[in-house]
């Protein structure tokens, strides 16, 4: 049982939760920077300020956003503790954290590029040098080190002035932004970088951070998506113009699903359910909605605002593979109140969970990946999958994690399985958070992924010191038996 060797053995990333130095360098204000710490107990939040002084917070996660009130301005406040503003500082210590990956044997490095270091307000003719210098000792530097660069284009945020001016992907001059920062990034690095992700997790996003609407309502936010499809395809296109032989991707967040029993009405619900992340998946890979689009629009009083030309511009930019986050497996009933909505689900009673309460399925990944091949014919890539912790680390920075080694020679050996058993196309696997970093979802550094620990608290309190936990010399050794030492 051995992956081939042209199998990419990776770690992803995020530039708002792990790269920090937000006022250096040239870069911008984002979305994300106006986002508060949090915790499970208490969720993190956009904080504002209205003309007459009021200040407030409204709620935002990875499931969930609140709209800022109406007239209302995303402002920093006294006392409140920013994560995206320092992160773990990879922006000061990213040669040491590249070098600590290539030290697992890792062949690809996933990252995001901030569109606010590239652009800074977003409108701007000439992009911030800086920031492309930045970004091109990444890319050098991983390939130096062996690792292939994949880049995320667009990680879940706007430059600040995009959305406030334009309202985000509301607009369709935001498309029109957009395409000129991809073309940017494919002038600049296209001879070096091949694996591209347009957009992350494009069926979660959601709200102020990800859309820059204001509004919550449903015809806004499919509206704000339809233009976030039409610019993904315009990104493709370009790129397969510029560029010899780039492939790309965009990635999705998807739990298998399954129903909560064998009754019918469960088990249409379930194929309801799914269809919700199909409808992302099949407008970008195939190129254009699909059938059951129109009762989606129905049910959810969608009027999608098409103009001429639309159609052809999907057609034209379909995705060359299909990338996906796989953290865990939710049931759904027939009566549950989310059997209509894109994201989350019920428990499974037959599944342990990890301390934040999502269902650890190794399984749920061998029949996701044969799901997405057998639907879209194309390779499938797992860019992220892992287990959220709590890390005791000891005087010298050491953790015995092995809940976490359990976790990923369960769901690997799976991965394994969908490849050489079942015929699946996988490219790659990125490991989520392979250096611990700000949790999305809640803001904290208490909920840790990575193989690396950083000495780092909640409140961006530590030394940041880097160090190897018992599980990096342990995936050190299954990248370098390409998965054969996970059957020992």
């Known amino acids: 049982m051995q992956l081939p060797k042209e199998f990419l053995w990776g770690g992803a990333t995020a ?53 800022l009130p109406e007239g209302a301005e995303p402002c920093l406040l006294p006392g409140e503790y920013y994560p995206s503003h320092k992160a773990v500082d990879h922006y000061h210590h990213w040669r040491e954290d590249l070098e600590l990956l290539a030290g697992m044997n890792m062949n690809v490095y996933r990252f995001s590029i901030c569109w606010s270091r590239i652009f800074p307000t977003g409108f701007e003719e000439a992009p911030n040098e800086e920031g492309l210098a930045f970004y091109g000792q990444i890319i050098d530097t991983c390939l130096e080190l062996g690792m292939e660069p994949l880049v995320t284009i667009c990680h879940d945020e706007l430059p600040l002035a995009l959305a406030e001016k334009l309202d985000g992907w509301s607009s369709r ?18 001879k070096k970088v091949t694996y591209w992700l347009t957009f992350n997790e494009i069926n979660a996003v959601r709200g102020y951070t990800s859309c820059g609407t204001h509004a919550s309502d449903n015809n806004t936010h499919y509206n704000a998506v339809h233009n976030m499809f039409l610019a993904s395809a315009r990104a493709v ?89 796989y953290y865990r497996s939710n049931t759904i009933a027939a009566d549950s109140p989310r059997a209509k909505e894109v994201m989350g689900g019920e428990g499974n009673p037959h599944l342990p969970a990890t301390p934040w309460g999502w269902s650890i399925d190794p399984l749920g990944l061998r029949y996701v990946l044969n799901e997405l091949a057998d639907r879209y014919e194309k390779p499938v890539f797992v860019v992220e999958n892992g287990m959220g912790a709590i890390d005791e680390a000891d005087e010298n920075g050491y953790v015995e994690d092995d809940y976490r080694i ?30 611990d970093l700000v949790s ?17 608290d909640d409140k961006g309190n530590g030394t940041l010191r880097r160090s190897k936990k018992k599980s990096y010399d342990w995936m050190a050794n299954v990248i370098r038996t390409r998965g054969a030492s996970l059957w020992e």
């Open 15 to 67: 530039d708002f939760q792990c790269e920090g130095g937000f006022d250096e360098g040239g870069r911008g204000l984002s979305t994300h920077d106006f986002e508060t710490d949090g915790s499970q107990d208490n969720p993190r939040g956009i904080t504002w300020r209205l003309p007459d002084g009021m200040t407030g917070r409204a709620r935002s996660s990875f499931f969930f956003a609140d709209p």
């Open 173 to 190: 001059q935001t498309i029109e932004h957009f395409v000129r920062y991809c073309r940017v990034l494919f002038e600049r690095f296209g």
């Open 237 to 325: 296109k370009l790129g397969h113009q510029m560029m010899e032989a780039p492939l790309f991707g965009t990635m999705y967040a998807f739990s298998a699903f399954y129903p909560a029993t064998c009754k019918p009405e469960d088990v249409f619900a379930q194929m309801q359910k799914r269809r919700q992340s199909f409808y992302y998946i099949d407008t970008m890979a195939r190129g254009h909605y699909p059938a059951f689009a129109q009762e989606i629009w129905r049910e959810k009083g969608i009027d999608v605002r098409w103009e001429e030309g639309d159609e052809q511009t999907l057609a034209e930019g379909p995705l060359d593979f299909v990338s996906i986050s």
């Open 406 to 435: 359990e976790y990923l020679r369960e769901h690997l050996k799976c991965l394994m399985q969908a490849v050489l058993e079942d015929g699946v196309n996988c490219l790659g696997y990125t490991m989520w958070g392979p250096l």
């Open 440 to 456: 999305l979802s809640t803001g904290e550094m208490a909920k840790r992924y990575g193989f690396i620990y950083v000495d780092m």
